[in-house]
């Protein structure tokens, strides 16, 4: 069973920085690749932050150039450092793993989740 552990979540003040960290258990045949989404209170669960495989980045619009992800694929980890924190980055950050299966299918596998709370 693929299990992904999160660690690095935390309070902070506005304006301060965290990291967050997301090592995945096993692999199958390979990950395609490693991301963050976050859920806030009463919100939809939201895309932060992708990296493929070949190390291309995607950033949803609100975190660019204030939060970087990368991974380490010997480590079969995946990495957020989040900087300039501010109030509305409050929620709970998952990390998702898109992992090759039989068949060449890919399926999601999610961390538990880990709470950031960045206060004003």
């Known amino acids: 069973q693929v299990q992904l552990v999160e660690s690095g979540g935390g309070l902070v003040q506005a304006g301060g920085s965290l990291r967050l960290s997301c090592t995945a258990s096993q692999i199958i045949f390979g990950i395609r690749a490693m991301g963050w989404y976050r859920q806030a209170p009463e919100k939809q669960r939201e895309l932060v932050a992708v990296i493929t495989s070949g190390g291309v980045t995607i950033y949803t619009d609100a975190v660019e150039g204030r939060f970087t992800i990368s991974r380490d694929n010997a480590r079969n980890a995946v990495y957020l450092e989040m900087n300039s924190l501010k109030p509305e980055d409050t929620a709970i950050y998952y990390c998702?793993?898109?992992?090759?299966?039989?068949?060449?299918?890919?399926?999601?596998?999610w961390g538990q989740g880990t709470q950031v709370t960045v206060s004003s």
């Open positions: 998702n793993a898109d992992m090759w299966i039989l068949g060449g299918k890919t399926r999601d596998y």
